[in-house]
């Protein structure tokens, strides 16, 4: 599963899911542009790459802001003269809030960073695909995009906004030979869970719970999953949201 030189863009890859893509992708031989909002952990994903001989590139930027995402997209060219992948990861999960009582402005950084973010991503990558002839998308959703969880409507719906756009692209771009593809994790040792143990307590029994397999994922088990899914031997799939639970949502 060779994935030498290939160009490839991963938001959010300065902690979590997004750091652990971004070194997989470094070790299989990528070139990796890291975009974050947060510089100093996008800089230590680099610096982390490059003890390790990989090669790597770090852009400032904000997802939500379609002009930011344009600007990596361009930057990501003008470095290495293509884009082969990208992977739309950054994202946030406020909350608990019932629907009544969520703050409007919680909805509007939830959709603007998960749907939107991810919009962007596709809209200023797919035009270099398109004169490329091929390229690959990986949206992470999440397994919570299918089911619901009380207190997290915000995030459940952005979740699966992100799987619908992802099969809308796919459908879009089959023909220019570029693939589509949703990650939806299920509940992942991240920063993110992190803050939720802060606000909710029991949260690590509840999250558990709900999976058969009894423990959280490591980012570095979605990273695989990720990876796997943008190199040539998952040719054949597109369109499909990739759910990697634990079982969480087989019940």
């Known amino acids: 599963m060779s994935l030498k030189d290939k160009v490839v863009i991963v938001t959010g890859g300065g902690s979590g899911i997004g750091k652990a893509i971004c070194k997989l992708f470094a ?5 990796v542009v890291v975009a974050d909002i947060n510089d100093e952990k996008g800089m230590e994903t680099v610096r982390e790459i490059e003890d390790e001989k990989g090669e790597a590139i770090f852009i400032h ?12 997209i361009e930057k990501a060219v003008k470095t290495f003269g293509r884009i082969d992948i990208i992977v739309n990861n950054a994202g ?15 909805l509007d950084m939830t959709l603007n960073i998960n749907v939107k973010g991810v919009f962007y991503g596709m809209k200023y990558a797919i035009p270099y695909m398109l004169k490329q002839g091929k390229g690959v998308i990986i949206n992470i959703a999440s397994a919570v995009g299918t089911v619901g969880i009380p207190g997290f409507s915000c995030y459940c719906a952005s979740k699966g906004a992100v799987i619908q756009l992802t099969k809308v692209a796919a459908l879009e771009y089959a023909k220019n030979n570029i693939r589509v593809v949703a990650i939806a994790p299920g509940p992942t040792e991240t ?25 959280l994922a490591s980012p570095e088990e979605i990273a695989k999953i990720v990876v796997f899914m943008a190199s040539d031997e998952a040719s054949y799939v597109t369109g499909s949201a990739i759910i990697v639970d634990g079982g969480e949502t087989a019940t």
């Open 27 to 31: 070790v299989k031989g990528a070139k």
């Open 61 to 72: 930027a904000d997802v939500s802001k379609h002009e930011d995402v344009k600007a990596v």
């Open 92 to 106: 946030v999960a406020p909350g608990p809030y019932m629907i009544h009582e969520t703050p409007l402005d919680i």
């Open 191 to 215: 920063a993110l869970i992190e803050g939720w143990r802060k606000k909710i307590p029991g949260i690590d029994d509840a999250l558990k719970a709900r999976v058969p397999l009894g423990r």
